[in-house]
């Protein structure tokens, strides 16, 4: 009976030391299932560290704000009250649930080619708030704006037509020369014909016997040549031909102060008239012809409106005007005319200006700036909808994709004045203001959830660990348990076969 007793506890510890076993190897099958979880958080945390976004920036990345459909398609300080388009891959403005409402009255299906015209008063009203009327007398005055802009641009043009027909002649030298006309030596009361003089072997003009009388003369002599050719130059070209005079009395002025000889160096010449040894007068000459030269060399070098130029057989020649002349008279009065046209048409538009101006404040007028653009792109290139598009780090993802482009709006005009707008498209990275930094809260929130899930698998190892210590434990309690017992068997076996044998 003893015997049985004994086996039947055998049993029992036996089948309880297999159970601690089983334990023992799930619990380890579980250790090494939390091994790979931590090394899978380890990872995910890993490649969140490396995780970079788009920002936008104003001052070349010094500070950053978030790169937002707000920022981008909404009036505000960020983007300087200027719309950046988020646009697809097919060139659609993408446009949220708030402005899809919008989008809708412009292209009911989203196609290109709306028309926003006809809501425009309707949308601006509900999205700045000002009253419709209000919105009406803007676009009136801001059309009356258009017109006298238009108004004065259509002057000018026809101005700048008339300025090309300006009577005009093409002069070679001598017949410029010949312009300077007649001229009197008032240090000896005679006339000399520039036009004789220049080129000839006696070119000398007379100026006067003392430093004094020769430099008043000069600035008399070169008086009377711009005079002489002043009705034929324009005012531009008046204004060069006197700094050309200025530029030739300072000259010729300074060569007076030092020429005491004949010895033919300088444009001006002092001659000595002898009786014998006997000097019995001294007096200042000007080479005509080199005047003449230093006059037009200064001239040429002005510049002046197109005056100078060449003919087909190479040589200088000038453009010319006789101011004097019925035909050029009967020019200068249209041209005048149109003058007057277009001084009264830039009143009407500083007018008109000015009543636009008082609408609205700047501030409105930026704001309603801004949609314009927006609907007007709208209108132009068609719409998509997509309400996940707000959400910063789905349009991130977009961008970084190159699933979406940023598309900047520019206004020009063509030659009749109408105004539109080019579009350039651009992939984010490769705008100037976008910049790929470190995503510091991606950052922030993987290490927050990698401590958290670290911490979950720490206890769950812990508390395997202990359990795994206690099952430990009482297996070594069962085997000494169970030596005891086969040991008491097998000496009650001995004894039992010893008492029959």
Do not use: H
């Not at 001598?174 to 036009?195: H, I, L, Q, R």
């Amino acid at each position: 009976m003893g015997m049985a007793a004994s086996q039947v506890r055998l049993l029992q510890l036996t089948a309880r030391k297999n159970d601690i076993g089983y334990q023992l190897q799930n619990l380890s099958l579980q250790k090494t299932s939390l091994s790979r979880d931590m090394q899978r958080v380890t990872k995910e945390y890993q490649n969140a560290l490396s995780t970079k976004t788009l920002k936008w920036s104003n001052n070349s990345g010094v500070t950053y704000v978030d790169l937002s459909y707000a920022n981008l398609m909404r009036p505000g300080s960020v983007n300087g009250n200027v719309p950046y388009l988020i646009t697809n891959a097919s060139g659609n403005v993408v446009v949220d649930s708030q402005y899809q409402k919008y989008a809708e009255m412009i292209s009911a299906d989203g196609s290109a080619g709306g028309d926003y015209e006809s809501v425009r008063t309707k949308i601006l009203s509900s999205l700045c708030g000002i009253s419709s009327e209000d919105i009406e007398e803007q676009q009136t005055t801001q059309q009356a704006v258009v017109d006298a802009t238009n108004k004065v641009n259509g002057l000018i043009k026809e101005r700048d037509i008339l300025e090309a027909e300006e009577p005009m002649k093409d002069k070679t030298v001598k017949d410029f020369v010949d312009s300077f006309g007649t001229v009197s030596e008032t240090a000896t009361g005679k006339s000399v014909n520039v036009g004789d003089l220049y080129g000839s072997n006696k070119s000398t003009f007379t100026l006067g016997s003392d430093t004094s009388s020769a430099k008043t003369n000069l600035s008399s002599l070169l008086d009377s040549l711009y005079n002489n050719i002043s009705n034929y130059l324009s005012d531009s070209d008046k204004e060069a031909m006197r700094s050309a005079c200025n530029t030739a009395y300072t000259d010729i002025s300074g060569q007076i102060d030092v020429n005491t000889d004949n010895s033919g160096q300088t444009a001006v010449s002092k001659e000595d008239k002898k009786i014998g040894n006997l000097v019995i007068s001294s007096t200042y000459k000007v080479d005509m012809t080199q005047l003449i030269d230093a006059i037009l060399g200064a001239y040429e070098s002005k510049d002046c409106g197109g005056t100078v130029g060449t003919n087909t057989n190479g040589s200088t020649v000038y453009a010319w005007r006789d101011t004097q002349s019925s035909e050029w008279k009967e020019w200068k009065a249209s041209y005048d005319a149109k003058e007057a046209e277009i001084t009264a048409a830039n009143e009407e538009l500083s007018t008109a200006v000015d009543a636009a101006n008082q609408v609205f404040t700047a501030a409105d007028e930026s704001m309603i700036d801004f949609y314009d653009q927006l609907f007007t792109a709208i209108a132009d290139r068609g719409w998509v909808g997509n309400s996940q598009v707000s959400d910063n780090d789905y349009l991130n993802q977009m961008l970084q994709n190159n699933q979406y482009y940023i598309t900047k709006m520019e206004a020009v005009t063509d030659s009749e004045g109408n105004e539109s707008y080019e579009y350039s498209e651009s992939i984010a990275s490769n705008f100037d203001n976008i910049y790929t930094v470190n995503d510091t809260d991606a950052q922030n929130e993987a290490q927050v959830e990698y401590e958290y899930e670290k911490s979950i698998i720490n206890e769950k190892e812990t508390r395997i660990d202990t359990r795994m210590q206690d099952l430990e434990t009482e297996q070594s309690a069962i085997n000494e348990m169970i030596k005891g017992i086969e040991s008491v068997r097998d000496d009650n076996t001995d004894r039992t076969f010893s008492i029959f044998s």
